[in-house]
């Protein structure tokens, strides 16, 4: 009852109506107070910005029984959910237990702090300025903060980092993005409409319900004049604004991306050390924020930490011994006890930044027992890793060749049905359903016969590891004046019985009146797109047009006997965490494989050196369900029956989501993000 009521409270907010029915007695101003190892209250940032305002934050502190009395470096987790009253994933005890006190502040017109909410706008970026400086004068801190967290806050650290706060000392974005246009909200131009919608208007708001419901029972004056001041917010809400911005504007996305501020100026780029996670196939925010690290200064120390997995990868073991190490060095300023870098502080510092700085996880289970593990870890010194590129040639009869097409082959065609011809490898029916029976997997789930355009390798004769992103180059033609193709790269691995599994892998999006690209920007590996209302070119329909489609980074070991496929499709719009939304009108698209027109993959290869062997890959279909081969078992990696086994075109076609689809956006998008987020009790 306090959930719905505390929800009902946030619709009236965001709806511009009243809160109270009297007016509210005025705020008490900022407040701390403290009670055995927490403080908490309110502060206030900036007067400079012209938009002061008070922020709810709360502190932890370590057991002074084993890391002393104090003070501590502190790691801030800064976000938009609750922070200031109960921390999300983990973060607390997972920071707590390595000595660190763990502080966190609700940004602007969130929970009970003060002010509008307007999705990371540049007055937010001072205000975490602001928040470090007055963490690091409390009597409980050394002076030292780093920012932590994944996801929201994995975000924030890459805005405040390039104001470079005095006190910052690193900053270990987790599941985060560089680029909101092209790596989450427009992914090739096409709107990545239930992720944004579903957190913009449900999740976000929904993620601080406990703190405003707490604060007004308790009669919080802060926390209640702060209501009032959370009326300003529904035209900055970030689904709002990306519905009135389709293109690569200025506001909202290029003057707020990590991606450009990371390098900007001597006195607006980031120069703190840098540990950044990402999860290749995370279900919310995809990796392909990953370019960050390239943007960064050269004389800036950064460390990645990259791996098939989910959202929640930051707080996989592998990945937090990597972030710990990392936080030794830069916050507590020593090594780790037993590291492999030893000596004077000096000398173990420039052990350790002599080390590969990208670790790549391969084969990551995380529901393995005992927690996630990896089948092995390779590193690199530099990202990208590679810019070797293995180019494969799309033929007639489904076949991906080494060898170019002849003069005369014939094209291939698929037809291009909204809502329909998508492999959705997402989550399972049953995190939105609880309908009896209907919990089978979306993957196992095929698109209409004739929906999708496949070309698979031949069986490869030696391991090969490919990792970074990929580019599928098109002739292509459409009976209409636009299309979105989504390509999906799958691996096939015999499931020895004398048929083949398909493990996904990857994919890419792209609105083909997108297709113009940014040559500065673009690499055979990664195409890169204007996304400028000036640049959009409608096909002519009938006519072989060439375009660049971005596959979205991976990482992965194709070993000798396995073979590679790439998929041509329409993008999903099933309610899951992306659904895109589709063109209005089918089409049917031809894929052109001839010598004047060759179409082509080019996949990020890796030069092993002679005589490299892998660790046994992982197991793939002797878990679940055994008729079909189907496994999760590799987080967001699943396997299933190769489709040449299967029935295809017995699936009901998506056409009824899209409908409804700007309320499956809010109402499946929405509560299925507030259900994956795992909250700490609160103090």
Not at 108 to 120: H, I, Q, V
Not at 151 to 175: D, K
Not at 353 to 377: C, H, M, W, Y
Request: glycine share 10%; with cysteine; aromatic share 10%.
């Amino acid at each position: 009852m306090r959930r719905v009521a505390a929800v009902l409270l946030l619709a009236l907010v965001a709806l511009g109506a009243p809160v109270l029915s009297t007016p509210a007695q005025a705020a008490s101003g900022p407040t701390n107070v403290c009670s055995g190892n927490h403080c908490g209250g309110y502060f206030q940032t900036s007067v400079k910005t012209g938009q002061s305002v008070l922020l709810a934050w709360q502190v932890y502190t370590p057991d002074p029984a084993k890391f002393g009395p104090g003070p501590y470096p502190t790691v801030l987790d800064y976000s938009g959910y609750e922070p200031a009253t109960t921390f999300f994933d983990g973060i607390k005890d997972t920071f707590l237990n390595q000595g660190y006190a763990v502080a966190g502040v609700n940004v602007r017109g969130t929970g009970c702090s003060a002010g509008k909410f307007d999705y990371f706008e540049p007055v937010e970026w001072q205000d975490g300025y602001d928040a470090i400086e007055f963490l690091a004068a409390q009597p409980w801190s050394n002076g030292d903060v780093a920012m932590v967290g994944k996801s929201y806050p994995g975000i924030t650290p890459v805005f405040v980092a390039p104001l470079q706060p005095p006190h910052l000392r690193a900053i270990v974005p987790g599941a985060f993005f560089s680029d909101s246009y092209r790596d989450v909200g427009y992914p090739g131009g096409i709107q990545n409409v239930v992720f944004v919608a579903g957190w913009g208007l449900a999740s976000q708001p929904a993620n601080t319900a406990d703190q405003v419901f707490g604060g007004l029972q308790g009669l919080d004056q802060n926390c209640i004049a702060a209501q009032a001041d959370h009326g300003q917010n529904p035209p900055h809400n970030p689904f709002i604004q990306m519905n009135a911005h389709p293109f690569d504007d200025a506001d909202p996305y290029q003057d707020r991306g990590p991606y450009l501020l990371a390098d900007k100026s001597d006195t607006t780029s980031v120069k703190v050390p840098v540990m950044a996670q990402l999860a290749w196939q995370d279900e919310e925010l995809a990796a392909r924020a990953i370019d960050y690290v390239d943007r960064l200064p050269k004389t800036t120390p950064w460390r990645a930490v990259l791996m098939n997995g989910s959202h929640g990868a930051y707080y996989g073991p592998t990945a937090l011994k990597e972030i710990f190490r990392f936080l030794s060095f830069y916050l507590k300023k020593a090594a780790p006890v037993g590291d492999a870098c030893t000596g004077t502080y000096a000398a173990a510092l420039a052990c350790y930044q002599a080390e590969p700085r990208v670790a790549i996880l391969n084969d990551v289970n995380e529901s393995a027992p005992g927690g996630a593990k990896e089948t092995f870890v390779h590193r690199h010194a530099s990202w990208p890793v590679t810019d070797t590129v293995d180019k494969w040639y799309l033929r007639a009869g489904g076949e991906l060749s080494k060898t170019g097409p002849g003069a005369a082959e014939p094209a291939t065609s698929y037809a291009y049905v909204p809502g329909a011809g998508s492999n959705s490898y997402g989550t399972k029916k049953d995190f939105q359903s609880r309908i009896p029976g209907d919990d089978m997997d979306f993957w196992q789930e095929r698109p209409p016969a004739g929906t999708t355009a496949s070309f698979t390798t031949p069986t490869f004769t030696k391991d090969s590891l490919y990792t970074g992103n990929g580019s599928v180059d098109l002739w292509l033609s459409s009976t209409a004046p636009d299309t979105d193709l989504e390509a999906m790269l799958t691996e096939l691995r015999p499931d020895g019985h004398g048929g083949w599994l398909e493990e996904y892998v990857q994919k890419g999006w792209l609105r083909a009146s997108h297709r113009k690209l940014d040559d500065a920007q673009s690499t055979p590996l990664r195409p890169y797109q204007t996304h400028q209302a000036t640049d959009v070119q409608p096909l002519v329909p009938g006519t072989p047009t060439a375009m660049r489609l971005e596959m979205f980074p991976f990482s992965q070991v194709v070993r000798a006997g396995r073979r590679l496929r790439l998929t041509i499709e329409a993008p999903s719009i099933k309610p899951e965490l992306w659904g895109f939304a589709a063109l209005p009108a089918g089409a049917q698209n031809t894929i052109y494989t001839d010598a004047v027109h060759a179409s082509s993959v080019s996949l990020p290869i890796v030069p092993l050196a002679e005589g490299t062997t892998f660790p046994e890959e992982a197991p793939c279909g002797d878990t679940g369900d055994a008729a079909s081969g189907f496994t999760r078992q590799l987080t967001n990696q699943p396997c299933r029956a190769d489709s040449a086994l299967a029935d295809p075109g017995t699936d009901v076609p998506e056409v009824p989501y899209a409908v409804l689809l700007p309320f499956a956006a809010l109402l499946i998008g929405g509560t299925a993000l507030h259900r994956r987020r795992r909250q700490e009790p609160r103090a």
